[in-house]
């Protein structure tokens, strides 16, 4: 059974960048899509970004040119990049594996398998 572990986590001032991990162990990663996700206190959890198995991605419309995910196969791991980081992305962030992506990527219902999450801060 696949399992995902996020890393990547910190508290960071407004402006800055991070890289978050989910790596895969239990299955080649390269056999799923994979969502990030995000849940700041008090909100829903929300899609953020995709890539499936074929590398192409998907973004919601807003984080566009800010953030980037991409996947390395061989070591089983996807990464998002997050850019000029803003105190409203304080959140922590899960990814998801799905083996079916469709058009409703930012559901977290398409997803079959979750992390346990890692907190990202922004705060001066």
């Given amino acids: 059974q696949l399992q995902l572990v996020e890393s990547g986590g910190d508290l960071v001032q407004p402006g800055g960048s991070l890289r978050l991990s989910c790596a895969a162990s239990g299955d080649p990663l390269a056999y ?6 995000r849940q700041a206190p008090g909100k829903e959890r929300e899609g953020i970004a995709c890539i499936d ?7 919601e419309d807003v984080l566009k040119g800010r953030f980037f995910i991409s996947r390395d196969n061989a070591k089983n791991t996807v990464y998002l990049q997050m850019n000029s980081l803003k105190p409203e992305d304080t959140a922590v962030y899960y990814c998801a594996a799905s083996k079916l992506l ?5 559901s977290a219902g398409e997803y079959d398998y979750w992390g346990q999450g890692t907190q990202v801060t922004v705060s001066s």
């Avoid at 799923?32 to 996700?37: A, L, N």
């Avoid at 198995?53 to 973004?59: A, D, I, P, T, V």
């Avoid at 469709?102 to 930012?106: D, E, F, H, I």
């Fill in 102 to 106: 469709s058009a409703y990527w930012s």
């Fill in 32 to 37: 799923y899509g994979i969502g990030w996700f």
């Fill in 53 to 59: 198995s074929g590398g192409n991605s998907h973004y």
